[in-house]
């Protein structure tokens, strides 16, 4: 007999273009969709009671750093440079591969726990091959459907295990052949790049050329400093030539209106990450200029050193902040406005089909589609905070939050249900408790997390 769930009688939101939200049951067969309709019969299912619940496709956070879950509430009063000097510069250097794998294992379990799905793992803390397999074992056994972008940038160990560039690749290329040979796996791979202001545009040329070659997708964090006289990564790489439907750039916030709309017209994909933006000194979220010239807006929650590992207050900060800034171009014509947009849908979008479709696997997962893997969640609509659901697009954007998400499947494989992660709380306690406190002890011995003087930065 095939392996059949039926999610029951709830509101579903299929996400599908030009999709309205209807009373229906959903069945899953063999980790796939197999169909979305009222009054499904499947006497052998397991059964999910979905009523007074809204079911929709599991959410897709589009950057997000994984390995930092240790790092928890380190950054919350700290600029870009302070985060810099303290994540990058110095608790990197003391992350051993058991770390990467708490660090991965854990984050992709809160990550879960809110009702993604889907984490595009922007992995740049790879001191060793060992790091990378320690962090990937964490990924996979947390269940969760992910894209681990091996991270090619340099970490400032005092014995670099990576001396050169040439070695990075050579275990990118390595990886690429046996673990992550498949672009069809729950887990696939993808390259981040070095930081093109640090490594320079011939460097990164190199990167890119590589992972094209590995047919890799490729992200990238990109025009989010102010410096005294404007630079721009998004030049660099459109000067060399660099462009193309397989980036995804991040942040974005300082990019012109016209290097936005390059970006469109190469088929490349933005990820705004607004809480850590707003805070750190990056400027205001690019996704709304960047929806004014075509593209799509997707989401990610960046650092949990900074904040949490949960989508729904990003998009609700994301979409509140975009109205704001329309908002202020009537009143600076001391005008109320008469309408409000970007609607509550559009980033709802951003959070399933758009996130999916910038990671290249809208074939796959984003919408309740018949034939597309089963990567659901289930919201109830019976809590307190969403009582009564007059919109159900607007009860998940507006009033949702993690505490509402009854279950969560991935593949088909129910990862949380009835309001419970089925992984192992204890096991999650030992394991953050060994690893935070070597990781603590470490950072303390050298200096503290930022050590004195501050290390000094160009901008």
């Keep these: 007999m095939p392996d059949r769930i039926l999610l029951r009688d709830g509101t579903v939101l299929t996400m599908e273009p030009g999709s309205r939200p209807l009373r229906a049951d959903v069945l899953v067969e063999d980790g796939l969709i197999a169909a979305v309709e009222p009054n499904l019969s499947a006497a052998d299912a397991d059964m999910v009671d979905a009523s007074r619940c809204l079911v ?52 992709m379990l809160e990550a879960i726990d809110a009702g993604i799905t889907t984490v595009l793992d922007f992995s740049h803390c790879i001191n060793t091959p060992e790091h990378a397999e320690a962090a990937l074992r964490g990924t996979q056994e947390s269940g969760i459907r992910s894209v681990f972008a091996l991270g090619l940038n340099d970490v400032p160990v005092p014995h670099p295990h990576f001396a050169t560039l040439a070695a990075r690749i050579e275990h990118a290329r390595a990886l690429r052949a046996k673990e992550l040979s498949s672009d069809q796996g729950l887990v696939t791979m993808g390259i981040s790049l070095s930081d093109v202001l640090v490594a320079g545009i011939e460097r990164v040329t190199e990167e890119v050329t590589v992972s094209r070659d590995l047919g890799l997708r490729i992200t990238l964090h990109a025009n989010a400093v102010m410096f005294p006289q404007p630079v721009s990564e998004v030049a660099f790489l459109d000067d060399a030539g660099l462009l193309g439907p397989d980036l995804i750039w991040v942040h974005m916030n300082q990019t012109t209106d016209d290097e936005l709309r390059r970006v ?32 799509k807006c997707t989401f990610g929650c960046d650092v949990i050193s900074n904040n949490s590992g949960d989508l729904f207050p990003q998009v609700r900060l994301a979409l509140q902040t975009e109205r704001m800034l329309r908002n202020d171009l009537e009143l600076a014509r001391h005008h109320g406005p008469d309408d409000i947009r970007p609607s509550t849908l559009s980033h709802l979008e951003g959070a399933t089909i758009n996130g999916a479709e910038a990671l290249g696997l809208a074939s796959r997962i984003g919408t309740l589609t018949p034939g597309k893997e089963a990567d659901i969640i289930v919201i109830r609509g019976d809590a307190p905070n969403m009582l009564p659901v007059n919109d159900p697009v607007a009860a998940v954007v507006m009033h949702a939050h993690a505490g509402n998400v009854d279950t969560v499947m991935v593949a088909g494989r129910i990862l949380k249900r009835d309001g419970r992660l089925l992984a192992d709380p204890a096991r999650r306690l030992a394991l953050m408790d060994e690893s935070h406190g070597h990781l603590m002890d470490a950072i303390q011995r050298h200096g503290g997390l930022i050590p004195q003087p501050p290390a000094p930065l160009p901008w």
């Design 56 to 107: 929709l496709p599991g959410m897709v956070d589009t950057h997000r750093h994984v390995w930092q879950t240790q790092l928890r509430g380190v950054t919350h009063e700290w600029s870009l440079k302070d985060y810099i000097r303290s994540v990058r510069f110095q608790s990197a250097v003391f992350y051993r591969p058991e770390d990467m794998y708490v660090g991965n294992y854990l984050g």
């Design 264 to 295: 469109v017209e190469t088929g490349g994909a933005i990820s705004t990450t607004p809480e850590t933006e707003m805070q750190m000194g990056m400027g205001h979220p690019a996704h709304g200029r960047f929806m004014a010239v075509g593209g």
